[in-house]
């Protein structure tokens, strides 16, 4: 079974997803471990609920970056991870602990990479007027939200869109995709060439849906 460790800072809705799917028997992955950097993360609680193990390690309490990161690498490690999951994790890692799980550290960025990194994402979609806003599941590399692309989603922009109406259908697509591609990795069937991902050895249709939300 494929052992999952899963970084937090807020309210868990996409662990929560991850949580239902591996209890719909969906998701062929074992939660280890939940870790927050924020003690009043809701998410901690969400993985309380489901009997996951947790842990809280403040980044306030580092002089550097580089031993924050140093102590999240010590307490991942001790779960023996197959895959590493940012999920809604507000902190920038450095290069050392992205390249330590180099290929099995997974984030979700709510923008069509590479078109809105940073944040306010559904705001800066909705003023640049896009047709399409959406999620991009990938592999991390030490440049912020880039990184080889494992599978992204989709919706139509309305011309009555707010950036909460649309972070609200955006996080639909996340709750569905996000289990997905995670499915994919657990079932071995991502491969990394050069910047790209492929699924079963090719550049899939799967890998970018559209939803009508
Ligand atoms: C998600 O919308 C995710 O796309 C975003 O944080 C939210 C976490 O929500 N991630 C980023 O912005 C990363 N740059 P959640 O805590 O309810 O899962």
Do not use: C
């Not at 559904?122 to 003023?127: E, K, S, T, V």
Request: hydrophobic fraction near 45%; glycine fraction near 6%; proline fraction near 5%.
């Amino acid at each position: 079974m494929t052992k999952a460790v899963i970084l937090i800072s807020g309210s868990g809705s996409n662990l929560q997803a991850f949580i239902d799917s591996v209890a719909a028997g969906e998701l062929p992955v074992s939660i280890e471990l939940v870790i927050s950097n924020n003690a009043d993360a809701y998410g901690l609680q969400r993985a309380r609920l489901a009997g996951i193990a947790t842990d809280y390690i403040d980044h306030r309490n580092f002089a550097s970056r580089a031993e924050f990161d140093q102590a999240m690498m010590d307490r991942i490690d001790l779960a023996e991870p197959d895959i590493v999951i940012l999920a809604g994790f507000m902190r920038i890692f450095t290069a050392e602990f992205v390249e330590h799980y180099s290929e099995r550290l997974v984030n979700i960025h709510p923008s069509l990479l590479p078109k809105f990194p940073g944040t306010n994402t559904h705001r800066r979609a909705i003023d640049a007027a896009e047709k399409w806003h959406g999620v991009t599941i990938h592999f991390v590399v030490p440049e912020v939200d880039a990184g080889p692309i494992i599978l992204q989603g989709r919706i139509p922009i309305r011309h009555n869109d707010t950036p909460e109406s649309l972070q609200q259908r955006i996080h639909r697509v996340e709750h569905r995709l996000y289990p997905l591609a995670v499915k994919w990795f657990a079932e071995k069937r991502l491969s990394v060439q050069v910047d790209k991902v492929l699924l079963d050895g090719e550049r899939s249709d799967m890998q970018l849906q559209s939803f009508d939300l």
